[in-house]
């Protein structure tokens, strides 16, 4: 059973870049696509980014491409999310996800959520 565990929240200066960190346990990430949601109050779950594990190849929701950036160290079986010149709009639950697959095409359909990790972006 793989487990998920965010890290990397907090409050965050409007313009900033954030960096959040999500660290993959009790099985072989090299079988997934891991990715990034988000989710702000009242709002329906977004999809931002993902990486397939084996093969490294990234996809983007178009919301967020060119601001975001998916990236993965396979010594840590860690996977980031960085997101640069945040705005307020940005503040929101951050969730990592994996979809147990080895391609990765385009929006992540997951089969396993990290709990979450609460970013606040102040103006």
């Known amino acids: 059973q793989l487990k998920l565990v965010e890290s990397g929240g907090g409050l965050v200066q409007s313009g900033a870049s954030l960096k959040l960190s999500c660290v993959g346990s009790?099985?072989?990430?090299?079988?997934?696509?891991v990715g990034w949601f988000r989710q702000s109050p009242g709002k329906e779950r977004e999809y931002l980014g993902a990486?397939?594990?084996?093969?490294?190849?990234?996809h983007y929701a178009d919301s967020v491409k060119g601001r975001c950036t998916v990236s993965r160290d396979n010594a840590k079986d860690t996977v980031y999310l960085q997101m640069n010149s945040v705005e307020p709009e940005d503040t929101a639950v951050y969730f990592c996800?994996?979809?147990?697959?080895?391609?990765?095409?385009?929006?992540?359909?997951?089969?396993?959520w990290g709990q979450g990790t609460q970013v606040t972006v102040s103006s």
């Open positions: 996800a994996a979809e147990e697959s080895l391609v990765l095409v385009t929006t992540l359909a997951p089969d396993y």
């Open positions: 009790g099985d072989s990430l090299s079988k997934f696509a």
């Open positions: 990486i397939s594990w084996s093969l490294g190849n990234t």
